[in-house]
């Protein structure tokens, strides 16, 4: 064999494996879901379900909002949520169809509020029509010394059985927050001055 044609088919081959290789990296973090049945995404990653695509983009911290105080220790999570039917026919929505976690016990997952606290909240149940877009925000009592989250959506059919689970984890926006109070460092007590030997015979 030539060594020109040697040389191109180990290119071709040595090509073929990179973009194998660049392939299988695109599936993390992509929004679609892989063979083991689940979707990493982050901020403004577009995440393919069955039935709609929804996007994560934006999140932030406050202590209040509007009338509503959250309970002691915790603050107010805002995330900016976009979602597009890409199913065949109109489909509900539900508020609940999204959980919060923020650690690995159970204490440390939450549901949004169902109390309507902001205007541009989006509905505890719409429906979208095939093709429609629709954006707003999910609120959710979090604690307050907590900043990074996974938002996750497990899709579940008529017949009761479950599909893929697909989590969006992301980093919220605290500056928001009131800042702690910064106490000056306290200079150290001074020794009281001890007089010399000559000092105390003069006395």
Not at 8 to 30: D, F, I, P
Not at 44 to 62: C, D, R, S
Not at 109 to 118: E, G, K, P, R, W
Request: aromatic share 8%; proline share 6%.
């Amino acid at each position: 064999m030539p060594m020109k044609r040697l040389l191109t088919l180990v290119l071709a081959a040595m090509l073929a494996l990179s973009l194998t290789a660049c392939g299988a990296q695109s599936e993390t973090g992509s929004g679609y879901p892989g063979d083991d049945g689940t979707a990493q995404g982050g901020l403004n990653t577009v995440m393919h379900t069955e039935f709609f695509t929804f996007t994560i983009t934006g999140a932030a911290l406050h202590s209040t909002l509007d009338d509503y105080v959250p309970g002691l220790g915790q603050v107010v999570l805002a995330v900016d949520m976009e979602v597009e039917n890409t199913f065949s026919e109109t489909i509900p929505m539900f508020d609940t169809d999204f959980l919060l976690q923020w650690g690995n016990g159970e204490e440390d997952q939450a549901y949004c509020l169902l109390d309507t606290v902001a205007d541009d909240q989006l509905p505890e149940r719409y429906d979208l029509e095939k093709g429609q877009a629709r954006s707003g925000r999910l609120y959710f009592a979090v604690p307050q010394d907590v900043e990074d989250f996974t938002l996750t959506y497990l899709e579940r059919f008529d017949d009761g059985t479950t599909g893929d689970e697909f989590s969006v984890t992301f980093t919220a926006d605290a500056s928001g927050l009131p800042q702690a109070p910064q106490v000056p460092d306290e200079a150290p007590d001074e020794a009281p001055e001890v007089p010399s030997s000559g000092e105390a015979d003069a006395a």
